[in-house]
């Protein structure tokens, strides 16, 4: 396991740079909460339009695996971190030689890549889904194995519902195979759940731990759709799940903030993923804890003490995909925009746009947050909110 050499240096205060690999809206939370705290961030995307890139002090508009940009990264920052996991492990890995990165490369190549998740996952004792590892057409199980009906998903690069395919039988796992082009995947039994739930945490270099509210998720077309925080259902299974979590972030020595997505399937839990960067699902803390997940994620990549993952306000987070947007060919890219009153004039609503250039279909715009002391309430809000905004329509 690679540790990270620099894990006992000194706490790197303001008005440090700070680096971050990846432009997205993660990075542009990340960018605003350095900012607050009196920071300062180069980004490095290789997207001109990039929602972190525009607000950030210096953007390295080059691509993820460029030395000569990864070098300026190293000697202009005090610190790196990264706001999703298909950044290459090798560049996070130069980048670790001279500076200190947070998370670790050995974290991120095991999360950007389901067979070594999965089977980290099963070797530290974490209950998952049964699984197959396939390799070749010949890996497939045959019709009568108890794995089907299963998922097929290709083991890198497949987030957000992609990279998957749903099969009956050994003859449409061969087919998803060949779609795939036979690249390595994971076969996973398909399972009845009873809901989904997640945990993002943040744990510092000296192993303190951060345990946000376990959120409950649904989502449409495997796209997270609404968090509800803290979750509904017993709560001996959100207490359990946050033990789980710690857990992962324990085996990993892990540093920065982690998501960690479950299944619960006959009333017990089953980990489905891990996503080693603050996580959708724990937007809400923005809105209804004292720290959010992005100011944890600046503290542990400096060495600071982390803050409070209190929550204040039971939250419901809805996301706004660009399918909402009105589709209208002869208009410049986000004219026209969605009836934004229905949302804006409720007073418990906190709004975030994530500043991108062009609505498409499945593609994360922003999200809304309704906190109320009563959760209850706020889901009533939010679901009403959701309905007029057309979302799932």
Request: aromatic content about 6%.
């Amino acid at each position: 396991m690679n540790h990270n050499i620099h894990d006992q240096i000194p706490v790197i205060l303001p008005p440090a740079m700070l680096g971050m690999l990846g432009g997205g809206q993660l990075g542009r939370f990340f960018v605003i909460a350095a900012h607050e705290m009196g920071y300062k961030v180069t980004v490095l995307d290789p997207d001109t339009n990039s929602p972190a890139g525009k607000i950030a002090d210096v953007h390295i508009c080059a691509a993820f695996d460029d030395k000569a940009a990864l070098l300026k990264l190293a000697n202009t920052c005090e610190a790196i971190s990264t706001e999703f996991e298909n950044v290459p492990a090798d560049s996070l890995s130069f980048l670790a030689e001279t500076k200190p990165v947070r998370p670790s490369a050995y974290s991120v190549a095991i999360a950007q890549h389901r067979v070594s998740e999965k089977n980290f996952l099963k070797h530290a004792g974490l209950p998952v889904a049964p699984f197959e590892v396939i390799n070749e057409v010949e890996d497939l199980p045959v019709d009568d194995s108890e794995i089907y009906p299963a998922i097929l998903k290709v083991a890198r690069f497949g987030y957000d519902g992609k990279g998957q395919v749903r099969v009956k039988n050994q003859h449409e796992a061969q087919l998803a195979f060949m779609q795939f082009e036979r690249e390595e995947c994971v076969l996973e039994k398909m399972l009845k759940l009873d809901y989904e739930v997640s945990v993002v945490l943040a744990r510092d270099v000296h192993g303190n731990v951060a345990t946000y509210p376990t959120s409950e998720n649904s989502h449409l077309n495997g796209i997270l759709d609404v968090s509800i925080a803290p979750a509904r259902g017993r709560d001996a299974i959100s207490h359990q799940a946050q033990k789980l979590a710690i857990l992962v972030a324990e085996k990993l020595a892990y540093t920065g903030v982690l998501g960690v997505e479950f299944f619960v399937c006959n009333g017990e839990l089953l980990v489905n993923e891990m996503a080693p960067r603050p996580h959708n699902s724990g937007h809400y803390t923005i809105d209804a804890c004292v720290t959010n997940q992005f100011e944890q994620q600046v503290r542990a990549m400096t060495g600071l003490p982390l803050g409070s993952a209190r929550q204040h306000s039971s939250a419901v987070m809805v996301n706004l995909l660009g399918d909402i947007w009105p589709a209208d060919v002869t208009a410049a890219p986000i004219q026209l925009q969605p009836e934004w009153q229905h949302a804006l004039n409720n007073p418990q609503l906190k709004m975030h746009l994530y500043g991108k250039q062009e609505a498409r279909s499945g593609r994360k715009m922003g999200h809304f947050t309704v906190i109320n002391v009563s959760r209850d309430e706020a889901i009533k809000q939010a679901m009403q909110i959701r309905t007029d905004l057309n979302i799932g329509e």
